[in-house]
Structures are given as C-alpha cells and as structure tokens.
T-cell receptor
C-alpha cells in the first residue's frame, strides 16, 4: 500500500459547495503539508502542520482551512469552492529527524470547480 | 524573499541524448537542495539531495551539481530514455527556523523517440 494516500483522486464540484480533501500516511512522520499545483506556477504551499497541535498557514491559505485529526491524518477543506480553486492538490509528509527533510508526496487530487 | 528559478521552462530532446537543467536560488542561509522528478499526474519523487559541502551527486543516469558560492545547481541527464519525460523540480531548504522548502516552478522535459 502507498505510504501517503489521498481521497478522492478526482472531484468535480460546483461553485459555493463545501468540499473536503483527505490525506492519510503510514510513514509515521510528524510533518504534513498541503500544496496546490497549477500549470506554469509550480507547487504552492497552502497549510502545514508540525504535529497534531501545530497548524500553520502557507503562502496561499485564503479560502482554505485544515484539520489535523491525528498524526496520520490531515484534511483540507474548501468552505465555499470557487472556480479559481480548480487545481491539482498534493499532500506531503516529512520527518523531523535529520536535516534532509525529504518530502513524500501523495498521488494528488484533481479538483474541478464549475 | 527566498526564491528558486529554473531554466529552461521546457525542453524537448531525442532519446539517447544528454541534457542539463539549471536551478538558481536565493535561499539563505542554505541547508540543502533537492531535485524531484514528477511524472504527469503523479506526486514528485526525490532524485537527489545536496548539502553545502557537496559538489556532485549521482543517482544512476542523473547527476546533480551544486555551486554554493554562486547559488547554482544543475541536473544532468545522460543517455535519456522515454521514461525521463517528466517535470524536474528544484527545491531548496533554508537552515534554521521552520525548514519550509522553497520550490522552483520546474522544467518540463519531453524525450522523443
């Protein structure tokens, strides 16, 4: 089984709807991240969490919220989806130990807001 | 502001040829630099990591170089294969603080038969 899983993998929703993207990991890592990827813009950080009690905004957090339900679970919510939130969303994890901080990415969720 | 710039934005080469991708960064103080490979529709996967004291590191047909003085890195791909078609992302982490990495926008490589 994959170390970092995301559900759903694809989602089409309408403007104004609330939607939740879920991420689970079996790597035992403390840190988890949510990114969005748009063509030509690369990966941009939405939120990150260093542990269950620590949540931090990234560079593009407006319109999003997150919940760290457990060490292994980190959810991203769009309270009222809008078309410019159409993008590919990635969850990632990394380990606090050592200096390498390699990030392990999930397979992505393709979200379309119509 | 920490920034990572990659060039070229896209590249098309023939199978079997070599190519070099470039990464310039302004992240300071420097901790490490990673190159990730992202296949279409998938999450990025780490190819190499380089710290301040390392100049060259290889991973099969991939060789990364780092010049910490000029804040430049390159990724050289030797004898390209069709499976090398992907986006290659340069990611730089700063030392101290939260260690949140800064991502480049990537170079899209297409290898034609």
């Amino acid at each position: 089984d994959a170390d970092v899983t995301q559900t759903p993998r694809n989602r089409i929703t309408k403007t104004g709807k609330r939607i939740m993207l879920e991420c689970s990991q079996t790597k035992g890592h403390d840190r988890m991240y949510w990114y969005r990827q748009d063509p030509g813009l690369g990966l941009r950080l939405i939120y990150y969490s260093f542990d269950v009690k620590d949540i931090n905004k990234g560079e593009i957090s407006d319109g999003y919220s997150v919940s760290r339900q457990a060490q292994a679970k980190f959810s991203l919510s769009l309270e009222s989806a809008i078309p410019n939130q159409t993008a590919l969303y990635f969850c990632a994890t990394s380990d606090l130990r050592g200096i390498s901080y390699e990030q392990y990415f999930g397979p992505g969720t393709r979200l379309t807001v119509t | 502001k920490n920034q990572v710039e990659q060039s070229p934005q896209s590249l098309i080469i023939l199978e079997g040829k070599n190519c070099t991708l470039q990464c310039n960064y302004t992240v300071s103080p420097f901790s490490n630099l990673r190159w990730y490979k992202q296949d279409t529709g998938r999450g990025p996967v780490s190819l190499t990591i380089m710290t301040f004291s390392e100049n060259t590191k290889s991973n099969g047909r991939y060789t990364a170089t780092l010049d910490a003085d000029t804040k430049q890195s390159s990724l050289h791909i030797t004898a390209s294969q069709l499976s090398d078609s992907a986006s290659y992302i340069c990611v730089v982490s700063a030392a101290g603080g939260s260690y949140i990495p800064t991502f480049g926008r990537g170079t899209s490589l297409i290898v034609h038969p």
